[in-house]
């Protein structure tokens, strides 16, 4: 009887590791796909700037690994946001207009729709990403 208890325990323990990991490989990195659909055809893989349509733009990709240093030292949280949704007071050519953004209307938000919690999702989740690759 105790034989038996204590093997029962031994295969929930494993169970309980087997579905841990399991989980752990199911983890899905929003930020960094949201990256790769939209941005790293220009700003590279790694945010370096060398993605692969740099040979056909005419202003070459900001390194978006250096946002913060470049900002003092603090990640240009609400800069990078309006860059994305449009509102940003700087016109990046190669983005397209506020109306015909190169990455579509996916980052569009006007705050009444149910559809802009997707877009605001999408636009964190990205923000998340570049903050994570900023260099020290
Ligand atoms: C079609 C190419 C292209 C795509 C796609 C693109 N960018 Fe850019 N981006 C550029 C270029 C070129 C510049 C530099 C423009 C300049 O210096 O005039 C730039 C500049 C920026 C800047 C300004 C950096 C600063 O110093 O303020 C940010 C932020 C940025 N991009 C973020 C993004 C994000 C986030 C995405 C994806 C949602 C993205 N870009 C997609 C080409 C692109």
């Known amino acids: 009887m105790k034989k038996a208890e204590v093997a029962l325990a031994a295969l929930s323990v494993a169970l309980l590791a087997w579905s841990g ?3 752990a490989q199911g983890v899905v990195d929003f930020g960094s ?3 790769g659909a939209s941005c790293a055809s220009c700003h590279g893989p790694a945010g370096k700037g060398d993605g692969v349509l ?3 733009l005419v202003s070459k990709p900001t390194d978006l690994t250096t946002l913060t240093r470049r900002n ?8 990078v946001w309006e860059t994305i949704d449009g509102r940003g007071s700087v016109e990046i050519g190669a983005h397209g207009s506020r109306e015909m953004p190169i990455w579509g209307l996916i980052y569009r ?9 997707h877009a605001r999702n ?4 990205l923000l998340d990403y570049l903050a994570r690759i900023q260099q020290k």
Do not use: K
């Not at 938000?109 to 919690?117: C, G, K, V």
């Open 21 to 23: 990991a399991g989980c």
């Open 33 to 35: 796909r949201e990256y």
């Open 54 to 56: 740099v040979r056909h």
């Open 72 to 79: 003092g030292g603090v990640f240009p949280s609400q800069r």
């Open 109 to 117: 938000s006007e705050d009444t729709q149910p559809q802009d919690l």
């Open 122 to 125: 999408r636009i964190a989740s």
